[in-house]
T-cell receptor, first 114, second 113 residues
Framework: DSGVTQTPKHLITATGQRVTLRCSPR?????VYWYQQSLDQGLQFLIQ???????AKGNILERFSAQQFPDLHSELNLSSLELGDSALYFC?????????????FGNGTRLTVT | GDSVTQMEGPVTLSEEAFLTINCTYT??????LFWYVQYPGEGLQLLLK?????DKGSNKGFEATYRKETTSFHLEKGSVQVSDSAVYYC????????????FGKGTLLTVNP
């Protein structure tokens, strides 16, 4: 058990809809990262938050947004959903800098857009 | 930009066989290198790492050596077990970066009894 909790485990929705994915980081970890895993693109970094502030952006679409709350949990909001957004979305957390502090991944939220 | 290339899978081995999964990278500066493993239905977890050239990372019988001259970080295990069946990801942390882990596409390993 990594200590990172993601909800829900599965989400099925229709095109054009909006969904929210939730992540609780491992106790004590201040950084939260979001990744998208798809068959064709592999594991893509979306965004990082540190102690409530956005620190880095990767390949995140404008239709997607995220935030980290004072209790350090994070939400990833996906709107105007398209079929191509179907993927496994992972949240990960770390205590310190990545060269000496490993990433701890949750089990992911599987999003299916129909 | 930085990139990681892993050997295409899937890889299927018998128990106690020798495992090599190739990984090469392209990066500016001096990246740190990692292997992550993903067991079925779970998230990724760190298997081993190396932060500078010639370092050898090791864990659970797996090893990988950071080879700057060949820009490689191949994963090896002398005798695989059925429980090693998983997807293995090579990753690099760009030199000077604190956040950008670049992952390879993953290699599915299946070990048969």
């Amino acid at each position: 058990d990594s200590g990172v909790t993601q909800t829900p485990k599965h989400l099925i929705t229709a095109t054009g809809q909006r969904v929210t994915l939730r992540c609780s980081p491992r106790s004590g970890d201040l950084s939260v990262y979001w990744y998208q895993q798809s068959l064709d693109q592999g594991l893509q970094f979306l965004i990082q938050y540190y102690n409530g502030e956005e620190r880095a952006k990767g390949n995140i679409l404008e239709r997607f947004s995220a935030q980290q709350f004072p209790d350090l949990h994070s939400e990833l909001n996906l709107s105007s959903l398209e079929l191509g957004d179907s993927a496994l979305y992972f949240c990960a957390s770390s205590f310190g800098q990545l060269y000496n502090s490993p990433l701890h991944f949750g089990n992911g939220t599987r999003l299916t857009v129909t | 930009g930085d990139s990681v290339t892993q050997m295409e899978g899937p890889v299927t081995l018998s128990e106690e066989a020798f495992l090599t999964i190739n990984c090469t990278y392209t990066a500016t500066g001096y990246p740190s290198l990692f292997w992550y493993v993903q067991y079925p239905g779970e998230g990724l977890q760190l298997l081993l790492k190396a932060t500078k050239a010639d370092d050898k990372g090791s864990n659970k019988g797996f090893e990988a050596t950071y080879r700057k001259e060949t820009t490689s970080f191949h994963l090896e295990k002398g005798s695989v077990q059925v429980s090693d069946s998983a997807v293995y990801y090579c990753a690099l942390l760009s030199g000077g970066s604190n956040y950008k882990l670049t992952f390879g596409k993953g290699t599915l390993l299946t070990v048969n009894p």
